[in-house]
T-cell receptor, first 114, second 115 residues
Framework: DAGVIQSPRHEVTEMGQEVTLRCKPI?????LFWYRQTMMRGLELLIYFNNNVPIDDSGMPEDRFSAKMPNASFSTLKIQPSEPRDSAVYFC????????????FGPGTRLTVL | AQSVSQHNHHVILSEAASLELGCNYS??????LFWYVQYPGQHLQLLLK??????LVKGIKGFEAEFIKSKFSFNLRKPSVQWSDTAEYFCAVNTPKGSARQLTFGSGTQLTVLP
């Protein structure tokens, strides 16, 4: 299996622009997680899905952030409008059996908002 | 809220030295424990995990960790580090959140191994 796939790997945008990050989980994994990694706050869980349904979005920082999972093999994390403080590495992870199971991480998207 | 503490932010060792990275957590109930590693420019990879049973867990690349429930600790060890072990190491604890569980990560420890 190719593992968790994320795109783009790097994104540089200007403040106010819309940013869309993409993730393809490992085939057969029913759980998908979005994390954000910053120097100040470390790794934070933003949201996770089970069978394409958002289960816990309490980590989403504010309304500018939204995430969708239209099918079992694709998820997006959108930031609109983006701000410089959103600059971070965003990781997607998937797991087979849920929040008690091992999570497999993608390579991350490094987002820079100027 | 549950917390995971990694007190060593940056550890520098010479090759062949022994390694121990500390991890403490604040939840008193049943936990699942993980150590992940992030090599430079790469994604997080699982080193080892503890769910139940023998509290001494062996992982990949010669790493092991010991779960000490009374100390709320899950320290990572390796008897002899190599230059290729240079990476950032994250402890993570799976604790209840509502009806589900959530993985909470420590702040990470950057390990630099000098050749």
């Amino acid at each position: 299996d190719a593992g968790v796939i994320q795109s783009p790997r790097h994104e540089v945008t200007e403040m106010g622009q819309e940013v869309t990050l993409r993730c393809k989980p490992i085939s057969g994994h029913d759980y998908l997680f979005w994390y954000r990694q910053t120097m100040m706050r470390g790794l934070e869980l933003l949201i996770y899905f089970n069978n394409n349904v958002p289960i816990d979005d309490s980590g989403m920082p504010e309304d500018r952030f939204s995430a969708k999972m239209p099918n079992a093999s694709f998820s997006t994390l959108k930031i609109q409008p983006s701000e410089p403080r959103d600059s971070a590495v965003y990781f997607c992870a998937s797991s087979l059996r849920g929040t008690t199971d091992t999570q497999y991480f993608g390579p991350g998207t490094r987002l820079t908002v100027l | 809220a549950q917390s995971v503490s990694q007190h060593n932010h940056h550890v520098i060792l010479s090759e062949a030295a022994s390694l121990e990275l500390g991890c403490n957590y604040s939840y008193g109930g049943t936990v699942n424990l993980f150590w992940y590693v992030q090599y430079p420019g790469q994604h997080l990879q699982l080193l080892l995990k503890y769910f139940s049973g023998d509290p001494l867990v062996k992982g990949i690349k010669g790493f092991e960790a010991e779960f000490i429930k009374s100390k709320f600790s899950f320290n990572l060890r390796k008897p002899s580090v190599q230059w290729s072990d240079t990476a950032e190491y994250f402890c993570a604890v799976n604790t209840p959140k509502g009806s589900a569980r959530q993985l909470t990560f420590g702040s990470g420890t950057q390990l630099t191994v000098l050749p």
